[in-house]
């Protein structure tokens, strides 16, 4: 029997309930959650519950301010990085699309600025079936600097 699903170790993938429609993605099977770079983090109340406003820079290393997305918090994670530091972030729940398949997945939202891709998707985004193919990329369509819908 075949996996469902086959990624790369980088693919592109849109969050649609945040707006994004393509944003480069590193599959990270080593990494359990995924992680989304958010600058300027701005907590508020909406309807009684705590929301989440930040700017998302799709591209690494852009100066451009990017887009503005809001969520709700659903709770917040004490996270380790590979460097070992332990930070707590806010918890955002999106729809994720990657090639024609959706998931529902938990993302923590941290500064990536620094890091050559946006967004980081862990192993809980995956189905438990899926097959992540380390020395390929892009199998769901997209190259390194277009995703599918431009070419």
Not at 30 to 47: N, P, Q, V
Not at 134 to 140: E, G
């Amino acid at each position: 029997m075949s996996p469902t699903l086959q990624v790369g170790w980088r693919e592109w993938a849109a969050l649609p309930d945040l707006g994004l429609t393509w944003i480069k993605v590193k599959v990270d099977t080593g990494a359990r959650t995924s992680a989304l770079h958010a600058g300027d983090i701005d907590y508020f109340e909406k309807d009684g519950a705590e929301w989440v406003r930040f700017y998302l820079r799709s591209v690494a290393g852009s100066d451009e301010t990017g887009d503005r997305c809001e969520a709700i918090v659903i709770e917040y994670r004490e996270v380790t990085d590979s460097g070992g530091n332990t930070e707590r972030r806010p918890v955002i729940r999106s729809t994720t699309v990657i090639g024609e398949h959706q998931f529902l997945i938990d993302i923590t939202l941290t500064d990536r600025s620094a890091m050559r891709f946006p967004m980081l998707l862990g192993r809980t985004a995956l189905p438990r079936d899926a097959m992540v193919l380390p020395r390929q990329s892009f199998l769901l369509g997209g190259t390194r600097h277009e995703p599918p819908e431009k070419q």
